[in-house]
């Protein structure tokens, strides 16, 4: 844990020959600004920046496929981020709590969605993956999203996953999908 709790850290840059870092490994670092993921880096480890609250600026490289669970969890400062076109993976709570996040932009390539991973934030749009078949439960619970259409790959959607999503004005799901556990 060699950040892990580092109050003076506000900027990260790391080299591109980095491949793997250890869970949590900037977590509680309460003053972290920006962080730049490394090229070789494919994973954004569990609780990889886990409540760097004044946290605003992450930039990711196109080989980051995966973002582990919890890793941008309580980052109450990050307002949008672009993850890679080959982001298949998002884990359970990844952006969980992230008051101000208003914007993400989804792969096409995701497959997996973790259980909350977007639970209570101010994501206010969203276009689900053509390649997942399930929307996980509580996935987009206590959102402010508006306008909801489901794609067709659907076929399970997760209990509570647009829960508290007071803001929802509309939600178009297909026939595709076969279960609902709302």
């Not at 997996?112 to 053509?130: H, N, P």
Request: net charge positive; charged share 25%.
């Amino acid at each position: 844990d060699a950040f892990y709790k580092d109050k003076s850290l506000k900027v990260v840059v790391l080299p591109d020959n980095i491949t793997e870092m250890e869970e949590g490994v900037f977590a509680l670092c309460e003053n972290l600004e920006s962080v730049r993921m490394p090229k070789g880096l494919v994973k954004a480890p569990k609780d990889f920046c886990n409540q760097c609250s004044m946290l605003k600026n992450v930039e990711m490289h196109p080989d980051v496929m995966e973002i582990g669970e919890r890793a941008f969890y309580r980052c109450t400062s990050l307002k949008s981020i672009d993850l890679p076109y080959g982001m298949e993976k998002i884990g359970e709570e990844a952006f969980s709590y992230c008051g101000l996040l208003k914007e993400i932009h989804l792969s096409d390539s995701l497959t997996t969605l973790g259980s909350l991973a977007f639970f209570d934030t101010a994501l206010e749009s969203v276009m689900i993956s053509k390649k997942m078949k399930t929307i996980s439960n509580s996935a987009f619970r206590r959102t402010k999203l508006k306008r909801v259409v489901i794609p067709s790959n659907i076929k399970t959607i997760g209990e509570y996953a647009f829960a508290k999503c007071y803001s929802l004005e509309k939600i178009i799901v297909p026939s595709s999908v076969a279960t609902v556990k709302w």
